[in-house]
Nanobody, 115 residues
Framework: QVQLVETGGGLVQPGGSLRLSCAAS????????MGWYRQAPGKQRELVAS???????NYADSVKGRFTISRDNAKSTVYLQMNSLKPDDTAVYYC?????????WGQGTQVTVSS
């Protein structure tokens, strides 16, 4: 079993920054993909960014140049540094761990960008 615990959401003004963290515990294989997804009200869940255990990264076009994903394999933790936040970034952000054809999800953390 896998548990994912997210922290770091909150309310921020446009142009501000937030850092999300997600710590994974349980059975985690060496080769995996960790990522962040988000879901805004009335919209489908979408990929924000992902990173493999080998260090490669992938970003949604809407966040390129503003968000940075990173991970600490020793701590099984993934981070999402979000800069230059916009109201359109408002959503519930979910951590995801994909391994051996299985997806595990965190409980989600709310990010609200508003003045």
């Amino acid at each position: 079993q896998v548990q994912l615990v997210e922290t770091g959401g909150g309310l921020v003004q446009p142009g501000g920054s937030l850092r999300l963290s997600c710590a994974a515990s349980g059975t985690i294989v060496r080769f995996n993909v960790m990522g962040w997804y988000r879901q805004a009200p009335g919209k489908q869940r979408e990929l924000v960014a992902s990173t493999t255990s080998a260090g490669s990264t992938n970003y949604a076009d809407s966040v390129k140049g503003r968000f940075t994903i990173s991970r600490d394999n020793a701590k099984s933790t993934v981070y999402l540094q979000m800069n230059s936040l916009k109201p359109d970034d408002t959503a519930v952000y979910y951590c995801n761990l994909r391994q051996i054809g299985r997806d595990d999800w965190g409980q989600g953390t709310q990010v609200t960008v508003s003045s």
